[in-house]
């Protein structure tokens, strides 16, 4: 009989645990962050939110695993799970196009500094975050030295630097397209518009030396300090961030694919205003500034550098030395629609779709 | 996809009606009702969403299905899986045969021994085993590292992210379910026979082939049925071991709609995969059952079940009681002839391939204490670094608290509602109950991301994407399928006779399964529990997609981790998550033998 009545206990229990854990969220007091996961997320935690918490009580929920689809597929299901997400500004433009993301209330969050930021980065759906750049990085194991790779065509070129590549793949945020050609032999100043169906028959030949096309960007700095490659495309400041801690790894400034990424608003996001305040605390001078000296990323609010050393300055990618070995990303090119009404970063899913399975 | 019992499952097909004795409306339908309304509610109604969708909510059209089959794309990807899963079952049954023959030729301890080996696999997750052999066939992994040491390679071998990877992974998985059906069938073959025919003259491999292989026929043909359909719709083991080459069928279903959000084609798509496993299984029932002895067909449904529930709970059971001597060993069937010779060689392949097995559980432990930085074995220095991290994280410690509440809800109403449905089913007699045994346990044939793409459409329009509500609903759906069967081959050994008389007696109906039933079955019930909190804890299919960035499970937040970086947190969380299954499999055993102990009076005499 007692243990009739403990069962009857637990499944009563049972049943208002699982009636009230639901309702338990009813405060608004949060707002859901959708950013690139990895040790660059790590330091937003740092830098971002958690001075955000505090400020403003607002809890913070992390999500990863962004991309263009993922905010359409959302958004469409009428299930807009996040309140803020980076997006690159290809996949913004045409999110922006289609009706896929929220405008930004410039006027009531913004009061009088928005002329602090780079006015490039300042667009009626998404304001920028940092410029950030993709650089060919490699494992100093597999080459000590003094013949380090430095340029796409080295990447690319597999009897002068044996081993497995890791780069991205074409469904993810940044196709390797840009990289590619340039591998390829096409000049930096003839980049665009990209040659696609050129830039993927130089993806086919490297295609069998690539240990894995990555869809994070946690990823190729992984795989390059494990040795699952030896030499691939990697974000600066993740590269960065493993050779400081002492992994066999490092990096060319030659031919970085330099870029910003945007904070953008879903459609129909459950906590606008809460992503406001959050969107408009990441942009200020001194949070950007602390984010800075984690990763190696040029900030979009002029401001920030009144808080940054001279010394740290010069190793940001925005820094004029860094600046002119770089290449910098067209997202015009990529958001542009050709006649069939279908934008270059669409048209590259198809082409990558159908590439990845041959 | 209809399941019907066999010869092997006499109570639940279709047995007189024994406890009928006692007058009153039929408590049938009351016990059969959760589960029932349960499978409806959330597992016919939403596949037939998906059914409708796929030929156009508003208007009928088989536009969908049209742009599949044009889609070149789709269509090699779809023969690719297919062959995949093929050449998987073909691997897993030149590896699982010897296997079944050794353990068939060991001795009682041995037998059992071998039997936990291959089981135990099937109870650590299935993400846990799959990044074991990431780290295996790393280019810094134990493959190349200990190859470089030996001098056999300069360079390490580019072994991970290939087919070749997906292979191993993918037989490692399935090998247990080719091994537990052949066993099956082999310990039932009388070896005599083989000796009978050495004594006519013929040599070993003669008598084996001529007369001990089509013997066991039926296992091969049900373990080979069952690991082809359980391939076909795999999806985590392709995903994180292969490359870009070995994209599978329902890789693709994810990618509609997760990333594209395209529905109709996604519902197109889950209904060919699921027409075309149907028609392969009943082309090959057909053609190949009537050689032998009963449908593969049932035969693989029913023991997918068993080799998963039943017969795993079985083996332990006996080798806890052999370890504790509490029990007299009472194996069922007739005394065997244990065949008098062997052949070394396939002794010598079924235990290396059983060691593979284990080996990738085991190198999680000294992987996760790991002092670098990176996947490294074997590790340079150790530390608890990981560990640490692990349980700092609040993303990490927040799935896992969530896993535990989920699983533990699932426990609790699974056990109930798969109990009461097994005593409708062992004990009741009504019309169709062959089909109604059927339905409920159709949820483990039907490929989980079909599933899980049929719920995702149906609580994305309640709501219920991304809660812990639904998360438990559809984790029911596996679990109760376990609880009726654990439970109901339990109660096909008590014997009805003292039901009656308990009703003899004046006792209710109710009061007879509480006083008599449930204490002679109490063990099955534990570990249909802890079945139930397994499926729950350890599933990752359904989790990746009804999971919310507020609500994810343990197993979601490791699919996201390893996919983005193969830190060593992963390991540790591996070793723990193995670690757990050990403890509550220990803790089952204990709490049975408890259980068993205090029924011990008349308990040996009841059970036949």
Same mark, same amino acid.
């Given at each position: ?67 263009? %689809? ?20 290809? &996949? ?24 602090? #930021? ?18 060919? !990085? ?6 000590? @030295? ?9 990447? $690319?070129?597999?009897?002068?630097? /044996? ?23 096409? !000049?930096?100043?003839?980049?665009? /518009? ?21 869809? %994070? ?45 945007? $904070? ?11 992503? =406001? ?54 997202? &015009? ?18 082409? $990558? ?6 | ?22 007058? @009153? ?49 789709? =269509? ?32 009682? $301890? ?45 360079? /390490? ?71 082809? #359909? ?42 060919? *995969? ?32 068993? %080799? ?12 806890? &009681?052999?370890? !504790? ?8 069937? @007739? ?43 074997? /590790? ?54 062959? *089909? ?8 483990? #044939? ?7 793409? !049929? ?39 008590? &014997? ?39 499926? %729950? ?72």
């Amino acid at each position: 009989m007692k243990r009739l009545r403990i069962t009857s206990a637990f499944v009563a229990a049972a049943l208002v645990f699982a009636a009230g854990t639901d309702l338990a969220r009813a405060d608004e007091g949060h707002v859901v962050v959708a950013s690139w996961g990895g040790s660059f997320q790590d330091d937003q935690r740092k830098a971002i939110f958690d001075p955000f918490v505090e400020e403003t009580g607002i809890e913070i929920i992390e999500a990863t695993g962004i991309s263009l %689809s993922k905010v359409r597929a959302m958004v469409e299901s009428g299930n807009t799970e996040w309140d803020v997400s980076g997006m690159v500004p290809g &996949d913004l433009l045409v999110l922006a196009r289609d009706g896929l993301v929220e405008k930004l209330d410039y006027e009531n969050y913004f009061k009088g500094w928005l002329g602090d #930021i780079v006015p490039e980065v300042v667009h009626p759906y998404g304001i920028g975050n940092f410029f950030y750049t993709k650089v060919i !990085a490699f494992n100093t194991e597999a080459f000590p @030295g003094p013949e380090r790779p430095d340029s796409w065509q080295d990447v $690319w070129n597999v009897e002068k630097f /044996p081993g497995p590549r890791a780069i991205d793949a074409g469904d993810w945020v940044v196709p390797p397209l840009e990289y590619a050609l340039l591998a390829d032999g096409v !000049a930096v100043e003839d980049l665009y /518009p990209l040659d696609m169906e050129r830039a993927y028959a130089s993806l086919a030949k490297i295609r069998p030396n690539v240990a894995k096309f990555t869809t %994070s960007s946690a990823m190729a700095p992984q795989m390059l300090v494990d040795g699952e490659a030896v030499v691939g495309a990697s974000t600066l400041g993740r590269t960065v961030r493993r050779k400081n801690e002492g992994a066999p790894i490092d990096f060319s400034w030659n031919q970085g694919l330099i870029q910003f990424d945007y $904070w953008i608003i879903p459609k129909n996001a459950p906590n606008y205003e809460n992503a =406001m305040k959050f969107i408009e605390f990441a942009t200020r001078p001194e949070i950007q500034a602390a984010m800075v000296e984690l990763q190696l990323l040029g900030p979009v609010n002029l401001k920030a550098f009144d808080h940054l050393s001279a010394e740290r300055a010069e190793k940001l990618p925005s820094f004029p030395a860094n600046l002119e070995k770089q290449v910098f990303l067209s997202a &015009d090119f990529w958001a542009a629609v050709g006649d069939d009404g279908v934008s270059n970063v669409e048209k590259n899913q198809q082409m $990558w779709d159908r590439w990845s399975i041959e | 996809m209809q399941a019907s019992g066999t010869s092997s499952n006499g109570a639940l097909a279709g047995s007189p009606a024994t406890a009928g004795a006692k007058p @009153g409306p039929s408590p049938v339908p009351l016990l059969l009702a959760p589960a029932l309304i349960l499978l409806l509610g959330v597992f016919i109604v939403p596949l037939l969403g998906v059914l409708f969708e796929s030929v156009g909510r508003a208007e009928f059209t088989v536009g969908h299905y049209i742009e599949v089959f044009d889609n070149e794309v789709l =269509m090699r990807v779809l023969v690719r899986t297919i062959v995949l899963s093929l050449v998987v079952t073909a691997i897993c049954l030149l590896l699982g045969y010897p296997i079944a023959w050794v353990m068939l030729l060991s001795s009682g $301890w041995m037998q059992r021994f071998i039997a936990l080996l291959i089981v135990l696999p099937l109870w650590t997750s299935l993400l846990v085993r799959t990044y074991a052999w990431m780290v295996i066939l790393g280019r810094k992994g134990l493959v190349n590292e200990t190859l470089i040491t030996l001098g056999a390679i300069d360079a /390490p071998l580019t072994l991970l992210y290939t087919r070749f990877s997906v292979y191993i992974g993918m037989v490692h998985i399935m090998l247990p379910f080719m091994v537990l059906p052949l066993f099956a069938v082999m310990r039932r073959i009388d070896t005599s026979l083989l000796s009978g025919a050495w004594s006519l003259g013929a040599n070993r491999p003669m008598a084996f082939f001529f007369v001990f292989l089509p013997l066991s026929m039926p296992g091969i043909l049900a373990g080979s049925l069952l690991v082809f #359909i359980l391939s076909i719709g795999f999806f985590v083991t392709p995903a994180l071991l292969g490359g870009l080459g070995d994209t599978t069928f329902v890789m693709l279903i994810e990618r509609q709609v997760n990333r594209l959000g395209n529905w109709p084609l996604a519902a197109a798509m889950s209904v060919i *995969l699921l027409v075309a496993t149907l028609v392969l299984v009943i082309v090959y029932n057909r053609v190949l059952s009537s050689r032998v002895d009963g449908s593969a067909l049932s035969t693989a449904v029913w023991v997918r079940l068993m %080799s998963l529930a039943a017969f795993g709970s079985f083996l332990v059971e006996r080798i806890v &009681d052999t370890l !504790a001597s509490a029990v007299p060993r009472t194996l069922r069937g @007739g005394p065997r002839q244990r065949p008098p010779s062997t052949f070394p060689f396939a002794a010598i392949v079924a235990w290396a391939t059983i060691l593979l097995m284990i080996f990738p559980i085991a190198i999680l432990y000294p992987l996760s204490f790991s002092d670098a930085p990176y996947l490294q074995f074997p /590790p340079a220095e150790y530390s608890t670094r990981w560990y640490e991290n692990y349980f700092a994280r609040r993303d990490w410690v927040r799935p896992t608290i969530i896993s535990f509440e989920v699983g533990f809800i699932v426990m609790i109403f699974g056990t109930v509602i798969g109990t009461a449905a097994a005593v409708a089913l062992a004990r009741g007699s009504f019309a169709g109950k062959k *089909l109604v045994l059927g339905l409920l346990l159709s949820p483990i #044939i039907v490929p989980t991301i079909i599933s899980a793409v !049929a719920l995702y459409y149906v609580f994305a329009t309640l709501g219920l994407v991304g809660t812990r509500t639904g998360l438990v609903l559809a984790h029911l759906i596996l679990a109760v399928p376990f609880v009726i069967v654990v439970v109901a081959s339990a109660l096909e050994r008590v &014997d009805p006779a003292l039901e009656q008389a308990a009703g003899t007696l004046g006792a209710t109906r109710f009061t007879t399964f509480r006083k008599v039933t449930l204490p002679l079955i109490r063990p099955a019930v534990i570990t249909a529990a802890l079945f139930a909190f397994l499926a %729950s804890f350890d599933e990752v299919v359904i989790a990746i997609f009804l999971s919310g960035v507020r609500i994810k499970t343990l197993p979601k937040r490791m699919w996201d981790g390893i996919r983005e970086e193969i830190d060593p947190t992963t390991a540790a969380v591996a070793a723990l998550l193995v670690t757990l299954t050990v403890v509550l499999i220990i803790l089952a055993e204990v709490l049975r033998a408890r259980a068993s102990r205090r029924g011990a009076a008349g308990h040996d005499q009841f059970v036949k």
